[in-house]
């Protein structure tokens, strides 16, 4: 160890000595006095204690000394050569809590702009908190409100942040994530993407759907609302998942395969969630599955994707979805006679569920009824289910054990979205909503700590 080493060390040792001592002292005065010990309090205040502990060491680790002479300067960004100026210091929060970074600073003279190299290096450029504890921030920022990450940091991490630093954290490292993701969907359109060698998958599906994300003022401008002549006050949300099947049970009904699910999603038009998807299915081996499959509910923009990224999958319209519009035109058709609109439910659902669907558009289309507006509805629904039928062959799909519906994808709708997005009061930009999205997906996918990890590389 060189001078400046034990230097180092022996100021580490006594500040460790000094707390070790009054901590002693405290705890042992107080059995003394009251003759037991209260192991909450004493757990907390020894951690209290090893935080301080660790923080001294970290603010003489990161005292950074004047460089030599043959080391005072730094190539700048504009071409020009920076210059040593002096040292100067910064508070960064740390694992252990506040620590005082002392390091040198460089000045160009011919732009202006200063630097830090060995901020760069320590990965804390324009930052108020170490790697470590922007970690952290990431974790509790996508799994809850800020406030309540700011209380986790609190009582978890005995760390004192703000919500709007685990707010600005949580989406600068959600922002990074999908700037990256962006980067591979580029070259996953470009076709540049490596070829997966590896084991074939028996049956792989793509699932997607929408939903409304509450939004500012400012994002919904110009866009019409659910309720006719009312804005908007939500923007769609897209969300796509992956996952495998390899077994079904003694019935033939399919069983998912355990954590084999991953998630996707942003607020963008349809082609661009296409290509993200698109993305997601490539790393999960969509071109060595089996057997393909993609299930959505009847909208139009699913298919167009389905179309032109899936070509091959089966494609498989919701039963519940399906059954939903039966439903729902039942309820137009018989609002008051309720024995006769089960009757009827039987009759047409029955054909659906068998997958007779020209039958069942054959039955719409000779409903006879006086209101010209039921009686578009009626043709809209069975134009709904002639264009799908092919998607809605149930019996067919079932005999080769698959899912026919999409409860995964609607499920990971209110957990991956709702949850976290959908809570009293809540506004969210487009821009932070959609990078709390990919750090969430990122970390329910459990591909945060390999992103945290390659980000340095
Ligand atoms: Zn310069």
């Known amino acids: 160890m060189d001078t400046r080493g034990k230097k180092t060390a022996a100021a580490i040792h006594e500040e460790i000595a000094r707390e070790v001592d009054q901590w002693l002292h405290v705890l042992f005065n107080g059995r003394r006095k009251t003759g037991h010990v209260d192991l909450e309090a004493s757990e907390m205040m020894m ?6 502990v660790g923080a001294a060491g970290l603010t003489q680790l990161l005292r950074f000394p004047v460089p030599p002479a043959e080391q005072r300067t730094a190539p700048c960004s504009c071409g020009h050569t920076a210059h040593y100026q002096e040292l100067r210091s910064k508070p960064v929060l740390t694992a252990v809590g506040r620590v005082e970074v002392s390091r040198p600073y460089y000045l160009c003279s011919h732009c202006h702009n200063g630097q830090f190299p060995a901020d760069v290096a320590l990965d804390i450029e324009h930052k108020e908190c170490s790697p470590g504890v922007r970690r952290m921030l990431a974790i509790v920022g996508q799994e809850a409100p800020f406030d309540h990450g700011r209380q986790q940091m609190k009582s978890l991490a005995d760390l ?8 600005r954290t949580a ?54 609302g ?66 393909k499959v993609v299930i959505g509910d009847g909208a139009e923009w699913i298919w167009n994707i389905a179309q032109q990224h899936f070509p091959g999958a089966i494609q498989i319209v919701d039963l519940f979805h399906a059954r939903q519009h039966v439903w729902d035109l039942a309820r137009k058709l018989f609002p008051l006679d309720k024995a006769e609109r089960a009757r009827w439910i039987t009759i047409e659902q029955d054909d659906l569920d068998k997958g007779k669907i ?32 092919e998607r809605m062959r149930y019996p ?4 080769q054990h698959l899912f026919v519906g999409s409860g995964v994808i609607e499920a990971g709708c209110k957990t991956v979205i709702g949850a976290r997005f959908k809570q009293s009061g809540m506004f969210w930009t487009v821009r932070g909503a959609n990078a709390i999205i990919a750090l969430r997906c990122c970390q329910m996918n459990g591909e945060f700590e390999d992103y945290w990890e390659s980000r340095v590389a």
């Open 226 to 291: 659910k309720t006719a002549g009312e804005p908007a006050h939500t923007r769609e949300a897209k969300l796509g998942c992956v996952f495998t099947q390899t077994k079904w049970d003694a019935e033939g009904y399919p069983i998912r395969d355990p954590d084999s699910t991953t998630y996707t999603g942003a607020i963008e038009p349809a082609e661009e969630f296409g290509k993200r998807l698109y993305l997601q299915a490539w790393n999960r081996d969509w071109s060595l599955a089996e057997k």
């Open 160 to 167: 004192e942040v703000t919500s709007k630093a685990v707010e």
């Open 47 to 52: 951690r209290s204690a090893m935080h301080r």
């Open 396 to 399: 067919k799909f079932r005999e």
């Open 171 to 224: 989406e600068s490292i959600g922002a990074d994530i999908a700037a990256r993701e962006q980067q591979q969907i580029q070259r996953a359109v470009q076709l540049d993407l490596p070829i997966v060698m590896g084991k074939s998958v028996p049956i792989l599906y793509v699932l997607m759907d929408g939903t409304g994300v509450p939004v500012v003022k400012k994002e919904t401008e110009g866009r019409a």
């Open 358 to 389: 020209e039958e069942l558009v054959c039955s719409l289309r000779s409903i006879q009824v006086a209101d010209p507006d039921l009686a578009k509805e009626i043709l809209t629904e069975a134009e709904y289910f002639a264009k799908n039928a």
